[in-house]
C-alpha cells in the first residue's frame, strides 16, 4: 500500500521466520523492517496523514501451548487452540508499536477515521467460519485505547469504511436476517457517534462486497448471473451505476482512487 504522500510503498513479507512489514523508499534502496514481532502480521492500513499504520497481529502461542509443543512436537487440537487477532499502532518515526486492542475476539477488517483519531474495526468470537455470525463493529480511539461498541445487531456486520467527512460508516451487513449465511448481503450506514444501522441496498438483488465510499460515492463489487462488476452507489438516492469494460467480464480486487475517477483491478473471462 502506497504512504498516503506517495513516497513509500508498506508491505508485508516472510523473508524472515515470519510475516512481518516493511517500507520501500520509491526513490529505490533497500526495504526497512517496521515490525519484528514473535508472531506474523496479518493485514495494515495507513494513517490519512501517514505518520502512523495500524495492522492486525495474531497473539502470540500461550505458555501451555509452548510446553505441548515442546514435548509432543507441533500440531492443533482443532477448536480448542483458538488465537486471537488484535488490533496494534505503528510510529512511522520512532518505531514504536503498541496494542490498541484485547479481549475475546478476533480483528477482522479496519478502516481509519479521516481525522486520524479513530479506527473502525470488525471483530467476531473466533476465526472458525461457524463463528462468522457473531461479527460486529467497534470504533477505538487511537490515543487513549478506549473501545465502544457501534454495531452489534444479529448476525454478521464487517468491512466498516469511513465516509470522507468521517460522519458515518458503511459496512457490509446481513441486517438482522435469521438465514443470512444463503440470503443477499446488504450495504448499510450508521452515524459515526451511534444510531440505528440503515440498509442502503434493499433494492439491489445480489449480494454487495464494499470497496471503498469516496467524494464520488460508495464503490461496491458484485456478480451479476456470471459475470462480476464494479458499481458505484449514491447514499442519498440509494441509485446504483454499473461499470464494466465489457458485458462478459468478471472483475475483482477493485481498489478506487479517493475521487473515484480511476480505478485499478484484477480481470478475467470465463
Known amino acids: 500500500a502506497f504512504s498516503p504522500d506517495g513516497r513509500w510503498l508498506a508491505f508485508i513479507s516472510d523473508r524472515s521466520d515470519t510475516r512481518q512489514l516493511y517500507r520501500l523508499s520509491l526513490e529505490g534502496g533497500e526495504a526497512e523492517a517496521l515490525t519484528s514481532g ?4 496479518t493485514a495494515f492500513a495507513w494513517s490519512p496523514d501517514g505518520t502512523r499504520i495500524a495492522y492486525t497481529m ?22 480448542h487452540d483458538a488465537r486471537r487477532a488484535q488490533l496494534h499502532v505503528l510510529d512511522i518515526t520512532t ?3 503498541r496494542a490498541l486492542t484485547s479481549g475475546a475476539f478476533v480483528v ?8 486520524n483519531t479513530r479506527i473502525a474495526f470488525d471483530h467476531r468470537v473466533s476465526s472458525d467460519a461457524g463463528q462468522s455470525g457473531t461479527a460486529d463493529i467497534s470504533l477505538v480511539d487511537v490515543t487513549t485505547g478506549a473501545v465502544t461498541a457501534l454495531v452489534t445487531q444479529a448476525g454478521p456486520d464487517s468491512n466498516p469504511k469511513w465516509s470522507p467527512d468521517g460522519r458515518q460508516i458503511a459496512f457490509q451487513s446481513a441486517m438482522a436476517k435469521s438465514f443470512y449465511f444463503f440470503e443477499n ?21 445480489e449480494t454487495p462486497s464494499l470497496v471503498a465510499w469516496t467524494t464520488s460515492g460508495i464503490f461496491f463489487g458484485a456478480s451479476q448471473r456470471t459475470w462480476s ?20 467480464w468478471i472483475g475483482q480486487n477493485f481498489a478506487v482512487t479517493p475521487s473515484g475517477a480511476h480505478m485499478a483491478f484484477v480481470a478475467s473471462g470465463a
Do not use: C, I
Open 38 to 41: 514473535t508472531e506474523g502480521v
Open 185 to 205: 448481503g446488504a450495504l448499510a450506514v450508521v452515524n459515526a457517534n451511534g444510531g440505528t444501522p440503515e440498509s442502503l441496498t434493499a433494492r439491489f438483488d
Open 95 to 97: 518505531k514504536a508499536t
Open 58 to 79: 495474531t497473539d502470540p502461542v500461550t505458555p501451555e501451548m509452548k510446553a505441548r509443543t515442546e514435548q509432543y512436537g507441533e500440531y492443533t487440537h482443532e477448536d
Open 229 to 248: 462488476y464494479l458499481y458505484r452507489l449514491d447514499p442519498g438516492s440509494r441509485q446504483t451505476a454499473m461499470h464494466r469494460v465489457r458485458e462478459d
Open 108 to 115: 477482522g477488517a479496519f478502516d481509519w477515521s479521516p481525522d
